[in-house]
């Protein structure tokens, strides 16, 4: 019951029934990746859609210029890979785990007889699809017309909403001081504003000194959420 409560949250999967549930679980196959180990690197074969069972992994990709850009980290529940819906493509990212992860997989084979046998899985990948247009385009506005300021604290609200759905693993709540407990470096913080590492420094040393974050090794605390979201929505002006 535990797996279908799981999958029942992912994207692809929800709304629908426990026995719709359970012809999704069967079709799936288990796919263990160590720490530092891949499930797919950039411009593989585009052969399998997962959802996260356990663990974490971060998405990046490498630009034409060989920067590296870290897109987003998963935690259990998120499904990634969704390219592979489409024949013949290509990941456009690379799926790395930072944490010893399993993940259940479909073939292209499999996902279009669920799509087939299950309406809504195909209604799900739809909406799915215009909801990533739709923060594409919001990325896209970011890195050409807000402020770096604006941008990392935007990123900090992004991790730390994703993270707030997986509670045992990315986020730390404290009775006393209710803090929510990033486990990002600086250098993914800056991969992820588009900015550099020099400058996510700078930034969050501020805020540390401003009240408005803690900062540890590979660990960033937001210790005032409120501010942060005030960061984020200042005009650009």
Known sequence: MKDLTLLARSVPFVGLNDDEL?????????????????????????????????GRLKVTQIGMEGRQVVHNFFGPGDMF?????????????????????????WDGAAVYRLMEEVPTVARNFVIHLAERVIFLQDRVRELTSERVEQRLARTLLRVAHQASDHPQKDVDLDEKRPEITLALSRQDLAEMSGTTLYTVSRILTRWEQQGLVTLGRERVGIADLEGLEQLAEESSD
Request: charged share 25%.
């Open 22 to 54: 359970q012809r999704v679980l069967a079709l799936a196959r288990l796919y263990s990746v160590k720490r530092g180990e891949f499930f797919y690197h950039q411009d593989d074969e585009a052969k399998l859609l997962y959802v996260l069972k356990e």
């Open 81 to 105: 890979g969704g390219i592979a819906v489409l024949p013949g493509a290509t990941y456009p990212t690379a799926a790395e785990a930072v944490e010893d992860s399993v993940a259940y997989g």
